[in-house]
């Protein structure tokens, strides 16, 4: 079957302009993860969904930062006002329950200008 | 100092080397997954253990809970392993073991 996807790949933007990150996880996959993968950084939590259940969002690194998930499914992060250090890979995960194995995305890699 | 730790951060081996990669970790945990990431690819799964020890084809995935403490081996390696190799942990505590915290990774290079 299908994997989780994102969209888009690739996104170069300027400084202080907002920008949208989707993520279509695997069909019946409840809990959904968005982490983000800065070089020399690794791979940092960011927000977490499960089902119908309030959010995680310790993660997120300011109040720039927000996401949602529409009916259990589709997610989208968005930044505003991009900074520079919001450039790096923003990758999405799904899996049916937690903890459990987490089917990842392949990414987007943002570039602020 | 980091919650889960890496070693080594490189590592270069010829092929058919037997390979292991360590993952220490200071937190107490659900489970432990190994994941792999090939240069420009995604991330993919290898395993996730809460204890004893995992082997899928070439790949061997050991825990010791005691000594908080992981190892990754790959048998016969092949160059298409070459790739990071990332530790990360879910924690037990309060109900966030979804929060997975990860190590660097380790950089393996397999040389033909």
């Known amino acids: 079957g299908a994997g989780v996807s994102q969209s888009p790949s690739n996104k170069v933007t300027e400084k202080g302009k907002d920008v949208e990150l989707r993520c279509d996880p695997i069909?019946?996959?409840?809990?959904l993860y968005w982490y983000r993968q800065s070089l020399g950084q690794g791979l940092e939590f960011l927000i977490y969904?499960?089902?119908?259940?309030?959010?995680?969002k310790s993660g997120l690194p300011s109040d720039r930062f927000s996401a949602e998930r529409t009916g259990g499914s589709v997610s989208t992060l968005t930044i505003q006002r991009t900074q520079q250090e919001d450039s790096a890979v923003y990758l999405c995960?799904?899996?049916?329950?937690?903890?459990?194995?987490?089917?990842f995305g392949p990414g987007t890699r943002l570039t602020v200008l | 100092k980091n919650e889960v730790e890496q070693s080594p951060q490189n590592l270069t081996a010829q092929e058919g080397e037997f390979i292991t990669i360590n993952c220490s970790y200071s937190?107490?945990?659900?489970?432990l997954h190994w994941l792999q990431q090939h240069p420009g690819g995604g991330i993919v799964s290898l395993f996730m253990?809460?204890?004893g020890k995992k082997k899928h084809g070439r790949l061997i995935a050991t825990i010791n809970i005691q000594e908080k403490h992981s190892s990754l081996h790959i048998t016969a390696s092949h160059p298409r392993d070459s790739a990071v190799y990332i530790c990360?942990?879910?924690?037990?505590?309060?109900?966030?073991?979804?929060?997975?915290?990860f190590g660097k990774g380790t950089l393996l290079t397999v040389n033909p």
């Open positions: 995960a799904s899996s049916t329950t937690s903890p459990d194995t987490q089917y």
């Open positions: 069909s019946g996959h409840t809990a």
């Open positions: 969904f499960q089902g119908n259940s309030a959010p995680d």
């Open positions: 937190v107490g945990i659900s489970a």
């Open positions: 253990l809460s204890s």
């Open positions: 990360a942990v879910s924690p037990s505590r309060g109900g966030s073991n979804y929060k997975l915290t």
